[in-house]
């Protein structure tokens, strides 16, 4: 019998939904002990991560596209905002929908 190599994970934590369109959606803070989260949206969106009032931008903040996972390294306490993509050409049409975040510890 060989040897069964394990993939690498982590605890699945708090599950938060943010409903966004073309104004910015944020969540509640992050957890105490969360320090990466998984993020998956169900059309193109802009994510922005930080502490206070956020304002995600279509020009400025990193973009996901639409039934795509990403990881991303956050710190305790911070939050999230998502606003949808802006239309470009074939490539992106511009919907509403919602952002997953799963926190993970």
């Known amino acids: 019998m060989g040897f069964l190599e394990k993939q690498k994970s ?10 966004y ?3 910015v ?11 990466q989260v998984r993020l998956e949206a169900n059309s193109a969106c802009h994510y922005q ?3 206070g009032t956020l304002t995600a ?11 795509t996972v990403e990881y991303v390294t956050v710190t305790p306490g911070q939050n999230i905002a998502a ?6 050409s ?4 511009a ?11």
């Not at 982590?10 to 409903?19: E, K, L, T």
């Not at 931008?57 to 039934?67: E, H, M, Q």
């Open 90 to 93: 074939t490539i992106v049409t």
């Open 25 to 35: 959606q944020a969540t509640n803070a992050f957890g105490a002990q969360t320090y």
């Open 57 to 67: 931008s279509v020009t400025t903040d990193p973009f996901l596209p639409a039934n």
């Open 95 to 105: 919907t509403a929908g919602t952002l997953s975040v799963t926190e993970l510890s």
């Open 10 to 19: 982590s605890r699945n934590g708090v599950v938060q939904q943010i409903a």
């Open 49 to 51: 991560i930080g502490n």
């Open 21 to 23: 369109d073309g104004s």
């Open 83 to 88: 606003i949808k993509a802006a239309t470009n």
